[in-house]
């Protein structure tokens, strides 16, 4: 197998789009593969041309499959060669009913980047991650006085989840904005993704904003977004390889607080820390519980229902050194076990061969 790799813009403009689809030519491909649809043109040149070279299209979801045709404009074109993964299982029956075929493969690690380093710890407690700030901006921008009044909805929204994890905020809110009249330019697709992005940022700030009043040793690492927030002295910035590396393994407890309507899905932040043979508390959910042991004498990682139970988790493990070693030594050797991304391109793989031989059977 022969790999060739170039570099694209995210959407490129025509003559970006004939170009790659000459490389692709002269290079003899017999297949693409695209993560999120990067380097696909809105006008359906490239997709154009891998139908009528007969060449497979293979693209891995990492995020929202709808996010541009929703907020910006659509890319998605169906082929019987084209091949969908999503790391997030609740997509899997939106994208089937759109015509797409789809299967479920959950993000993974890199281990040559993310590994074991001797510890000094720096920071008791740390998270990681963007503010969302700035595209909770974009989306008011979008709809300010539709937000606006979905304000209090959203709020009573997230107080039901504080005390039920398992609520379907997708649900809930597509239930609601079904019932309003919208104006023309804003669609009920659109309104549906701005307020669950916009209750996912509500929720992500209220619970890292609770950790950093209760913990002196609490550190973010993120966007200047925060600083609205927290001071400087509480915020760090960081690069994704060797940098956040240095993070997850000086960091006692690294916390991952999901986005309220990833229920199904896991964040890279997961399988990034164990693969560092660092100690994570997550957030609960069926697929954390599904890929990990979360209960009993071997617990592999630590998950958290309500923002006070995850208080109560890191100032658990924060004094008990010997049990969180022990959970993370299971976490990392679970990770590097099975959630790889040489396993994931072999789950690929296996997906692709099943769906080939389907397709052959019915010609």
Known sequence: MRLIVFDI??????EQAFYASKILEEQKCNALFTINEWGLDCDGIIAGFLEQKKILHINWCVD????????????????DLRFDFVSDRDYLE??????????FLPLGTDPSMFYPVKRNFVNDLSFVGSSYLAQVNEFVSMAETFLTGMVPFLASLLSQYRQDSSLDIDKKITARVSALDLPESLSPEKAVFI???????LYRKEAVLSLARQFPGFRIYGDDGWLREVSPERLGTVKYGDELREVYNSTKINVDINRVVIRNGFTQRVFDTLACGAFLITSSKPIV????????????????????????LA??????????????????RKVMAAHTYDHRIKELFRHL??????????H
């Open 9 to 14: 813009t995210s959407t490129p403009v025509s």
């Open 64 to 79: 929202d499959p709808f996010f541009e045709e929703i907020i910006h404009k659509r890319k998605f074109r169906k082929s």
């Open 94 to 103: 939106k994208m089937e009913k759109k015509g797409y075929k789809a299967r």
């Open 195 to 201: 307020c669950k992005h916009f209750a996912g940022y």
């Open 289 to 312: 519980e599904e890929f990990f042991e979360t209960d009993g004498s071997q617990k592999e990682i630590v998950t958290f229902k309500t923002p006070d139970e995850l208080s109560d």
């Open 315 to 332: 100032q658990y493990y924060l004094i008990h050194d010997t049990e969180r070693q022990k959970i993370q030594e299971r976490g990392h």
């Open 353 to 362: 061969n099943t769906e080939l031989q389907i397709s052959s059977a019915r």
